[in-house]
């Protein structure tokens, strides 16, 4: 019977057939498997914690979790991470109270600063506040360290009294999903409610973020408007800004864009503004995220990112 990729297990129950660096660039560079891997605390920071390798491992035998494994041990201080996100730089709260709160994490305003800003609209005559701060997920990866960055969330929205996140990125949403006592909703369960939803007629040729490899929820909520979608990247494992590895490993990061380009195929979703921005940044054009489809922004990934994120630092809100 095929698993359900439940759980993860340990590298010792390796078979060596070698399926997982058959499919992995970076496991290929170095000649490894995922048991090697687990003895390479060396390469804790080139692994791009896609999970590729548990996909196809049929031990379940997970990188990411080797990887961050590794990481907990080293202690790298990560001080410009440090000093970018905790608390993150860029940050938009407010103390109005909001029982949902869309939560758009912080790359989303960097890469789609007019659909933010849509967003916004649409849902600030509603009673429904925003925030843009980091959910924490860089510096958990890079260090194993979230504590200081749930304080401040929990904090955050219990002074605002939410009751609900809505949230418009995935790495958000797969991060903090079993971290916070709130319940979550994905941006498209809301649009559903207010019916902005609308069919994509074209065929879409979809690129899952890595957080969706496995189990797709996120997908699973706006999948009915996307009849005619092809799952046509099997072999791109991530957008190449995974797993903070890109300056270990700038040449595979820079193949996984290429790769995508290469196939030279039309109408390109994806519903991780990460990846629409960094394949934007490397020459893919034609790649839209669902978001500023269903609001009918049609933007193209924006790659001022640090204009961008210091404007809508400074979005002033409605104050009525
Ligand atoms: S998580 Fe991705 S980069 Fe890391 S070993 Fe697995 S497939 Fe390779
Ligand atoms: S895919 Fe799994 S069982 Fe096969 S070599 Fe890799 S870790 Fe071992």
């Known amino acids: 019977m095929r698993s359900q990729k439940v759980i993860k297990n340990p590298p010792e129950f390796c078979i ?8 992995c660039e970076f496991l290929t560079k170095y000649d490894i498997n995922l048991l090697d891997f687990s003895k390479r605390k060396d390469l804790a920071f080139n692994c791009f914690l896609c999970d590729k390798c548990y996909a196809v491992c049929p031990k379940d035998i997970s990188g990411n979790e080797i990887a961050l494994k590794h990481r907990e041990q080293i202690k790298k201080p990560f001080r410009y991470l440090n000093f970018l996100k905790s ?8 103390a109005k109270k909001s029982r949902e709160l869309v939560f758009f994490g912080c790359n989303f305003p960097g890469f789609l600063p007019r659909t933010t800003r849509k967003i916004i ?15 924490g997920k860089p510096l958990f990866e890079g260090q194993g360290q979230f504590d200081r960055t749930k304080a401040h969330l929990n904090e955050l ?52 973020p ?6 797709k929820p996120i ?6 408007y996307v009849p005619n979608y092809k799952t046509s990247f099997t072999d791109v494992n991530c957008c190449g800004l995974g797993g903070l590895a890109k300056s270990n490993e700038p040449q595979i990061a820079a193949d996984y864009p290429q790769k995508l380009k290469d196939k030279n195929l039309p109408n390109l979703y994806t ?13 893919v ?30 979005y002033k809100r409605n104050r009525k």
């Open 16 to 23: 060596d057939c070698g399926a997982c660096t058959k499919h």
């Open 87 to 94: 608390p993150y730089l860029y940050a938009n709260n407010s």
């Open 121 to 135: 609209e649409i849902f600030e005559p509603l009673g429904i506040d925003f925030s843009i701060d980091c959910c």
């Open 157 to 208: 929205f219990a002074a605002k009294g939410v009751e609900t996140l809505i949230l418009a990125c995935p790495n958000c949403y797969h991060f903090l999903k079993d971290k916070i006592d709130i319940k979550i909703k994905t941006l498209y369960e809301k649009f559903e409610e207010f019916g902005l939803n609308h069919e994509i007629k074209e065929e879409a040729h979809m690129f899952y």
């Open 210 to 215: 890595c957080p969706e490899r496995i189990h």
């Open 219 to 224: 997908f699973e909520t706006f999948k009915k």
């Open 271 to 283: 519903y991780c503004a990460t990846c629409c921005g960094n394949f934007a940044k490397n020459g």
């Open 285 to 314: 054009q034609n790649i839209k995220h669902i978001a500023t489809v269903m609001t009918d922004v049609n933007e193209s990934p924006n790659t001022n990112y640090f204009k961008n994120v210091l404007s809508l630092k400074f």
